[in-house]
């Protein structure tokens, strides 16, 4: 039997502020009588005025209709004092981030609403077991984190403190569904799901920019192009703004006593000191949107191609190859993942260097990045080892551009930039699950839905392979010298599995 709140209950959101209004609008399309306070006189009247501006919005597109518009609005009720939320069965403050300021709003609302109404909150970074800690029933706090504009995402963050009742937790996670969301279950943990999990999309990339790997352009090109992201994530951070992103990368660090795995980016903290925040104060990490394919000359025509068995997470370059005529022999010798193009091996990225791969082989090395789907990106990303000359490059070039592909050159950097980033990623998934943050289909799901990723990470290290990802974080750890990408155990346990079931 559902638990989910029914329309006729009264709702309280507190803090009219953008986050708040958008709550208020949830809760009020789903049939809910709303009352939105601000302590900031004027300020939930002004919230509504923004609701009512964005339903007639989506009236004209044909989103809703004339009398949803006027139904909604009708049960959202400005209220003028705290006490005026007595009524309430479930409070949800959003107000500042301040913990000190959170938790007297919330000793104040325990002595105000009924002792069966549940206190929620919106935060994205205190733990709830501190802040119902004082209370004197802290088993009716728990998080409803919502993403912004509430309206629009579906994602809701369901977090327990210590102290959360379990009825009270999915009472809120089945009200979450009855709203049109997709709510996931968490633990109080810092960043819970989303902000922990998301920190090696941004880091990575500012890591790449910083070590000189490639442009900024052709970093975010990457990502969408091969990886399939809405949003490059340099982009994003000028979307998000740089002292915001910076701020909650600090925080998580802070809160997991400094582990380098979360070691915010020095480039981001010095664009902060400088004011170039992104988009809000007009300084952008770049202006040109388009990747510039690798054009000095075409490629050279690749002869005798020679294809490994197994291509593991490349193997749609066979189709590839098959589709567009291009003559090629199979040899099951070869090690997975390597193609033979006259005296060149081109490689699948696997987090060593192309330098180092080609001093062990004794012969020239172009390695090429992860794609989500190589059928459908439109780039192909080539790192050279230093023993490449210009003409083992331009046949590299030439294989990819005879299978329809723009050919894109990066330095040589470790894991490349989609490969590194999905590895990074899977990795703190994998450390997330392990930790019973939350389930791994929770984790997946909060990623797809509270961040529009293409794929949830742990779902994404299985179609790579997680043999593959996990032999590509030990080469990282051992190229780069860096604990952040030693394997988690979860990969390694089901990595170990992986290798049992297929025996």
Same mark, same amino acid.
């Given at each position: 039997?559902?638990?989910?709140?029914?329309?006729?209950?009264?709702?309280?959101?507190?803090?009219?502020?953008?986050?708040?209004?958008?709550?208020?609008?949830?809760?009020?399309?789903?049939?809910?009588?709303?009352?939105?306070?601000?302590?900031?006189?004027?300020?939930?009247?002004?919230?509504?005025?923004?609701?009512?501006?964005?339903?007639?919005?989506?009236?004209?597109?044909?989103?809703?209709?004339?009398?949803?518009?006027?139904?909604?609005?009708?049960?959202?009720?400005?209220?003028?004092?705290?006490?005026?939320?007595?009524?309430?069965?479930?409070?949800?403050?959003?107000?500042?981030?301040?913990?000190?300021?959170?938790?007297?709003?919330?000793?104040?609302?325990?002595?105000?609403?009924?002792?069966?109404?549940?206190?929620?909150?919106?935060?994205?970074?205190?733990?709830?077991?501190?802040?119902?800690?004082?209370?004197?029933?802290?088993?009716?706090?728990?998080?409803?984190?919502?993403?912004?504009?509430?309206?629009?995402?579906?994602?809701?963050?369901?977090?327990?403190?210590?102290?959360?009742?379990?009825?009270?937790?999915?009472?809120?996670?089945?009200?979450?569904?009855?709203?049109?969301?997709?709510?996931?279950?968490?633990?109080?943990?810092?960043?819970?799901?989303?902000?922990?999990?998301?920190?090696?999309?941004?880091?990575?990339?500012?890591?790449?920019?910083?070590?000189?790997?490639?442009?900024?352009?052709?970093?975010?090109?990457?990502?969408?192009?091969?990886?399939?992201?809405?949003?490059?994530?340099?982009?994003?951070?000028?979307?998000?703004?740089?002292?915001?992103?910076?701020?909650?990368?600090?925080?998580?660090?802070?809160?997991?006593?400094?582990?380098?795995?979360?070691?915010?980016?020095?480039?981001? /903290?010095? $664009? *902060?000191?400088?004011?170039? %925040?992104?988009?809000?104060?007009?300084?952008?990490?770049? !202006?040109?949107? +388009?990747? =510039?394919?690798?054009?000095?000359?075409?490629?050279?025509?690749?002869?005798?191609?020679?294809?490994?068995?197994?291509?593991?997470?490349? /193997?749609? $370059? *066979?189709?590839?190859?098959? %589709?567009?005529?291009?003559?090629?022999?199979?040899?099951? !010798?070869?090690? +997975?993942? =390597?193609?033979?193009?006259?005296?060149?091996?081109?490689?699948?990225?696997?987090?060593?260097?192309?330098?180092?791969?080609?001093?062990?082989?004794?012969?020239?090395?172009?390695?090429?990045?992860?794609?989500?789907?190589?059928?459908?990106?439109?780039?192909?990303?080539?790192?050279?080892?230093?023993?490449?000359?210009?003409?083992?490059?331009?046949?590299?070039?030439?294989?990819?551009?005879?299978?329809?592909?723009?050919?894109?050159?990066?330095?040589?950097?470790?894991?490349?930039?989609?490969?590194?980033?999905?590895?990074?990623?899977?990795?703190?998934?994998?450390?997330?699950?392990?930790?019973?943050?939350?389930?791994?289909?929770?984790?997946?799901?909060?990623?797809?839905?509270?961040?529009?990723?293409?794929?949830?990470?742990?779902?994404?290290?299985?179609?790579?392979?997680?043999?593959?990802?996990?032999?590509?974080?030990?080469?990282?750890?051992?190229?780069?010298?860096?604990?952040?990408?030693?394997?988690?155990?979860?990969?390694?346990?089901?990595?170990?599995?992986?290798?049992?079931?297929?025996?």
């Amino acid at each position: 039997m559902t638990m989910a709140l029914v329309p006729d209950t009264e709702i309280a959101v507190v803090g009219a502020g953008a986050m708040g209004a958008g709550i208020a609008h949830v809760a009020a399309a789903a049939g809910h009588t709303v009352l939105l306070f601000d302590q900031k006189e004027g300020a939930a009247i002004a919230g509504i005025a923004d609701i009512r501006k964005r339903l007639e919005r989506a009236v004209e597109k044909a989103r809703i209709s004339e009398v949803d518009k006027d139904q909604t609005l009708s049960r959202l009720v400005p209220a003028g004092t705290l006490a005026s939320l007595a009524s309430a069965d479930l409070v949800i403050e959003a107000i500042i981030e301040d913990l000190g300021i959170k938790k007297k709003l919330f000793a104040a609302l325990e002595d105000i609403v009924a002792d069966t109404a549940i206190l929620a909150t919106n935060t994205s970074s205190f733990s709830i077991t501190e802040l119902a800690a004082d209370l004197k029933n802290s088993g009716r706090v728990v998080g409803m984190h919502f993403f912004n504009p509430a309206p629009v995402m579906k994602l809701v963050e369901v977090v327990s403190g210590l102290q959360t009742s379990a009825k009270v937790t999915e009472t809120v996670f089945e009200t979450a569904i009855r709203w049109g969301k997709k709510p996931v279950n968490t633990k109080s943990t810092p960043g819970f799901i989303v902000n922990r999990v998301a920190r090696p999309y941004y880091y990575e990339a500012f890591r790449a920019l910083e070590e000189g790997a490639a442009p900024p352009q052709v970093i975010d090109c990457a990502l969408k192009s091969g990886g399939g992201f809405r949003m490059g994530p340099l982009e994003l951070t000028d979307l998000i703004g740089q002292d915001v992103n910076s701020a909650v990368s600090r925080s998580i660090f802070e809160a997991y006593s400094h582990q380098v795995r979360f070691a915010p980016s020095l480039l981001q /903290e010095e $664009l *902060v000191a400088a004011g170039k %925040l992104g988009r809000k104060t007009g300084h952008l990490i770049y !202006s040109q949107d +388009e990747c =510039v394919p690798f054009a000095s000359e075409t490629g050279l025509e690749p002869s005798n191609i020679i294809v490994s068995a197994a291509l593991g997470a490349a /193997e749609s $370059l *066979v189709t590839l190859l098959e %589709l567009n005529d291009c003559a090629f022999t199979i040899d099951e !010798s070869l090690q +997975e993942g =390597v193609i033979v193009c006259g005296e060149i091996f081109l490689a699948l990225t696997d987090g060593q260097t192309a330098t180092a791969r080609s001093a062990a082989l004794g012969r020239p090395v172009v390695l090429f990045d992860y794609a989500a789907d190589y059928s459908k990106s439109k780039h192909v990303f080539l790192a050279p080892a230093d023993q490449a000359s210009a003409e083992d490059i331009l046949m590299a070039v030439g294989f990819f551009q005879n299978l329809g592909k723009a050919a894109v050159l990066i330095d040589d950097h470790p894991g490349m930039l989609v490969m590194r980033t999905i590895a990074s990623l899977s990795n703190v998934a994998a450390d997330a699950a392990r930790d019973k943050v939350a389930s791994p289909s929770d984790i997946d799901t909060a990623m797809i839905y509270g961040v529009n990723y293409p794929d949830g990470p742990l779902e994404w290290a299985k179609r790579v392979g997680i043999k593959s990802i996990s032999q590509t974080l030990r080469n990282l750890a051992e190229t780069t010298g860096e604990a952040k990408y030693r394997p988690s155990s979860y990969l390694l346990r089901q990595a170990a599995r992986e290798m049992t079931l297929a025996n």
